[in-house]
Nanobody
Framework: QVQVVESGGGLVQAGGSLRLSCATS????????MGWHRQAPGKERVFVAG????????DYTDSVKGRFTISRDNAKNTVYLQMNSLKPEDTAIYYC??????????????WGQGTQVTVSS
């Protein structure tokens, strides 16, 4: 079993930045590809970004390319999502997830509880 815990959400003005963190415990972190997803009010949860086990490969949904950066530190069992140039439409609950099979876009096996990101206009 893997525990996934997100942190770093909050309220920010449009154009600002936030960095989300996601820590895991329970098994070897480097065994998993990791991803961030988000769910806006009244909408389905969607993929945002994914990173391979080594960190050498990443993938992003089109709407965040050039603004968001996913990274990981396997020594700290942590994955990050640096979010720049935030827009009100980025407002959502952001979820971190781990995939046993190393896929960048999932489907993912283990999920955190989510952290709220609110971008004001």
């Amino acid at each position: 079993q893997v525990q996934v815990v997100e942190s770093g959400g909050g309220l920010v003005q449009a154009g600002g930045s936030l960095r989300l963190s996601c820590a895991t415990s329970g098994r070897t972190f480097s065994m998993y590809s990791m991803g961030w997803h988000r769910q806006a009010p009244g909408k389905e949860r969607v993929f945002v970004a994914g990173i391979s086990r080594s960190g050498l490969s990443t993938d992003y949904t089109d709407s965040v390319k050039g603004r968001f950066t996913i990274s990981r530190d396997n020594a700290k069992n942590t994955v990050y999502l640096q979010m720049n140039s935030l827009k009100p439409e980025d407002t959502a609950i952001y979820y971190c997830a781990a995939d046993t099979y190393g896929r960048l876009r999932g489907p993912y096996d283990y999920w955190g509880q989510g952290t709220q990101v609110t971008v004001s206009s």
